[in-house]
């Protein structure tokens, strides 16, 4: 039965992180999967998450029985608050709401489910480069018309906007397209408020309906306001969409796969068609979500202390992460190497697209032990103290070789 079943490629990021797991050198860094790490280089529970988790294991009202289908309530209100503000008119009209996820990879592949089953949209495009799972699980779900933006200008290390509205304006109208909110991935490089502007005028006059991919809110800033600033503003010029939203940065809740899709509607008339056609698709593919990270994340943002910690460990990430963007390229400039390096300091979030080509990346992990994927993406947090004199070294023989 099983003999010709051929073996499918490996995925990269879990690769590396097993070829790093393997490797004894002692110098070794591994600078590809996308989690966040101390100055030790460890990962982090953030303290208001251990203190919540211990008040949810000794509470003799928690049991374990199933959810809903589409979750814990006061985790999907809390995080599409949490996304839209608390001042949203689309909130305050009844416009929106969210329903619970598995992280952010699940509220993708549902809301793929619906636009494709329930809207028949056939059509996504998304940036180039981008996360590569968004294609995967758009072509899972059966979109046949699976197209790439351009975001990136690989030679001047910026946003390539001129390129990203040229190719959207080709896009057919109903088009799904696919919008990173905040912290773009891989490149780390956003667009301004005033492209955004462009990008939102373009998207209304060609009626494309923008989803977006929301894994790194507060995470990115160190303020869950601004991260979301570009979801609110399209919200604000009355686009119908869709939100993705992730709570495994910004929570460190990697494993327990908290996530909220959030939809946005043009009158809240629609809701209850909407909700029960979720309902069908999340009974079919899971039936329903894990409790756990969604009590933890809903006790923290309902609770307001609780919610005032995570803001202050939120801060502490990004302003670790931002300190070893700047020091990476101080360190880079002061050993001379060629190139300009600004553009680490200009990305925000987890990840930088250094700009290191594909034999550069080899001579790293080679030579160096120093574990990044084939496109140059770093994750910013495998730096440190300890050993970002090492990397920034092997960078520049790796250039300069
Ligand atoms: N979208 C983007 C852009 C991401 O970087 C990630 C995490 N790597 C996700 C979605 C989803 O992550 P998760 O399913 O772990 O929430």
């Known amino acids: 039965i099983f003999a010709n079943v051929p073996k499918g490629p490996a995925i990269e990021v879990f690769a590396l992180t097993r070829a790093f797991q393997d490797d004894a050198s002692t110098k070794k860094v591994n600078l590809s999967v996308g989690a966040y790490r101390t100055d030790a280089g460890q990962p982090w529970v953030l303290p208001v998450v251990r203190k919540t988790e211990v008040g949810i294991a000794t509470d003799e009202l928690i049991n374990h029985e199933y959810l809903p289908v589409t979750g814990l309530e006061s985790f999907t209100r809390a995080a599409t608050e949490l996304v839209l503000g608390s001042e949203s008119k689309a909130l305050k009209e009844k416009r929106a709401f969210g329903v619970q996820t598995i992280s952010g990879t699940g509220a993708l592949r549902v809301a793929a489910e619906f636009l494709h089953h329930q809207l028949k949209r056939q059509t996504v495009y998304y940036s180039n480069p981008t996360w590569e799972n968004h294609h995967k699980i758009f072509a899972d779900t059966g979109f046949t018309k699976l197209h790439s933006y351009r975001y990136w200008d690989q030679n001047k290390r910026q946003l ?5 509205l040229a190719d959207l304006d080709q896009a057919p109208a109903e088009s799904v397209i696919i919008l990173h909110a905040c912290a773009h991935n891989p490149t780390g490089m956003d667009p301004t408020h005033e492209q955004w502007k462009q990008i939102a005028d373009l998207m209304e006059r060609k009626k494309l309906f923008p989803l977006f991919d929301s894994a790194y809110q507060g995470f990115a800033s160190g303020d869950p306001d601004l991260d979301a600033w570009a979801i609110r503003y399209f919200v ?63 006790k923290v943002l309902n609770t307001p202390d609780l919610r005032q910690e995570w803001m202050e460990s939120i801060k502490s990430m990004s302003s670790r992460i931002r300190q070893m963007r700047k020091l ?13 390096w600004d553009h680490i300091v200009n990305q925000i979030g987890m990840f930088s697209y250094t700009g290191l ?3 550069q990346v080899g001579v790293l992990i080679k030579d160096y032990h120093i574990y990044l994927l084939k496109t140059g993406r770093i994750n910013m947090c495998g730096l440190n103290t300890g ?9 520049n023989a790796a250039v300069t070789s």
């Open 160 to 164: 390539d906007l001129e390129g990203m």
């Open 328 to 340: 990476l390229r101080d360190k880079l400039v002061a050993l001379g190497t060629p190139g300009n």
């Open 236 to 298: 604000d010029r009355g686009f119908e969409l869709f939100v993705c939203q992730s709570f495994a940065k910004n929570f460190g809740l990697y494993c327990e796969r908290a996530g909220n899709l959030t939809i946005v509607q043009q009158s809240g008339a629609t809701r209850d068609m909407i909700h029960s056609q979720l309902t069908l698709i999340i009974r079919g593919l899971y039936s329903n979500p894990p409790a756990y990270g969604a009590r933890i994340v809903s």
């Open 387 to 395: 050993n970002i004199d090492y990397v920034a070294t092997a960078i």
């Open 357 to 359: 080509n594909e034999k």
